[in-house]
C-alpha cells in the first residue's frame, strides 16, 4: 500500500527518468531497469522480465514548498527491438531513424501525483493527478568514447502533456527540454555507469497554469488570485550511479536531481514557494525471466 495514495503512472517498467516536466514529483536520474553496464550487445536479451522496486524523496511539483516520500514495486518488461523498445531511457520508444550522429524517437514518460492536503501552499485546491507525456525526441550524439565505454549527447525533448486520475484525462499543454546527457561505464573498472543530466524546461500556459494558477475560488489569506503564463520553468541537474550485481540479474541505482528555478515566469505566484528544490532516490531491478534470442546490432 504506498503512502498518500501515489503510484507510478507506467506498466512496462519502473522509470525514475521522468523528463516531463509536469511531473507532480520527478527525479532526473537514470532508471533502474535500463541496459546492463557493459557496452556488448551481444550480451542484451531481446526481451526481459523482472521486478523493480524504488523509494523517491522530492518535491510535490516545480518550485515546491514541501516534498515527500513515495515507494513502490511493480514489475518491468524490457524490449529491444530495432524499431520499438520499451523499458530503456523512457517507458516506451518508437524509433523513427538512427545514423552516427542524430537518432529520432517516439517516447512516452509517466510521473507521480500530489494530493493537495498534504500540501500547505495548495491546501484546498485540487490535487495534481498522475501525468504523462507523449512526443519527439530527437537526439545529437555529441560524443562517443573509441572504447564506447563513454558518450556525450545533446537531447531535444518536446512532449504533449496529460493528466488522469483514471477516471478522466485532459490535456495540460505542452513541454519543451533540451537536456545534456553524459553516461560513463565500467566506473572504476567495475560494471558501475556512471549518468549526468542538464537542462532547462519550458512549458506553454496551459501547463503551468496547471501548477501555478490560483482561480477566484481558490483565494484566502496569504494566497492571492493568480493568472500563470507561459514560459521558463527551471533548470534540472541530474545525476545517478547504476550497479550491475549477482552476474548481471540485479542492478541497484542511487541518484538525486537539484532543480534551480531562479528567474522562472511564474515565481511571483503563491505556489511558486522554493527556487531550489532536491530530490534524491534509490531502487533495484531483478530480472526473472529472459529470452534466449539476443537483441540485434551486436
Partial sequence: MLTRKKRLLATSGLMLIFSTPASAESLEVECVTSRPCQTESTQQPLWEIGLAGAIIYGPDYPAAGQSHTNQIVLPYL????????????????????????????????????????????????????????????????????????SKLDLKLQARAVFSTDFSNLNQRGYAFEPQLRYEHDNLFGREIRFVGTVGPVWGTEKLTDYFYQVDDKYVRPGREAYDANGGYMGTDFGFGLVFTLMEKRARLFLGGRVSFHQGAENEDSPLFIDETTYAVGMGFAYRLFASDKKASGG
Avoid at 524509433?95 to 529520432?104: G, I, K, M, P, T
Avoid at 517516439?106 to 501552499?121: K, Q, T, V, Y
Avoid at 491546501?123 to 562517443?144: A, C, N, T, V, W
Fill in 78 to 149: 524490457i524490449y529491444r527491438g530495432d524499431v520499438i523498445r520499451a523499458g530503456e531511457d523512457g517507458l516506451i520508444k518508437a524509433q523513427a531513424f538512427e545514423d552516427e550522429r542524430w537518432e529520432l524517437d517516439l517516447s512516452l514518460d509517466g510521473a507521480f501525483n500530489a494530493d493537495s492536503d498534504d500540501n500547505d501552499a495548495r491546501e484546498g485546491m485540487q490535487d495534481l493527478d498522475y501525468l504523462f507525456g507523449i512526443g519527439p525526441e530527437l537526439k545529437y550524439k555529441i560524443y562517443r568514447a573509441d572504447d564506447e565505454q
